[in-house]
């Protein structure tokens, strides 16, 4: 399977879960909801890795959004909401890619490839 494919499927697998789970919510980057909660995906790994991909924030507001992205290691996005979703594929075939999700400087979910083209996908719910 081609490596857009591959990221395209997982990401569709993602929302798939989320949807069919019933969380619903939004992605801020500004936006002050009490209830909500600050996170940071933090991608790192090979420095200078090209990666592409796109993440996902929830708040409990029946409101929902994601984003696309791509970029180079290290890089860090952060979003409001209770439960934030990301998945990245590596643009190359060497070189390690990881992605963590930190909640007040805590990390609470993390996953790593070393698979060429391989893809990374972590979710976090706040409870």
Not at 5 to 20: I, K, N, Q
Not at 43 to 61: A, I, P
């Amino acid at each position: 399977m081609r490596k857009g494919a591959w990221l395209l499927t997982v990401a569709a697998l993602v929302l798939l879960l989320v949807v069919g789970a019933g969380v619903v919510g939004c992605l801020t980057e500004s936006s002050e909801v009490s209830t909500d909660t600050q996170f940071t995906i933090q991608v790192s790994g090979t420095m200078g890795l090209q990666y592409e991909g796109s993440y996902l924030g929830f708040d409990g507001k029946g409101q929902s959004a994601s984003r696309s992205v791509s970029g180079a290691v290290p890089s860090r996005y952060t979003v409001r909401g209770t439960m934030v979703s990301a998945a990245f594929n590596k643009q190359s075939e060497g070189g390690t890619l990881t992605v963590e999700i930190f909640e007040g400087g805590k990390r609470v979910a993390y996953s790593t490839t070393h698979a060429p083209y391989g893809v990374v996908s972590v979710s976090f719910i706040r409870e």
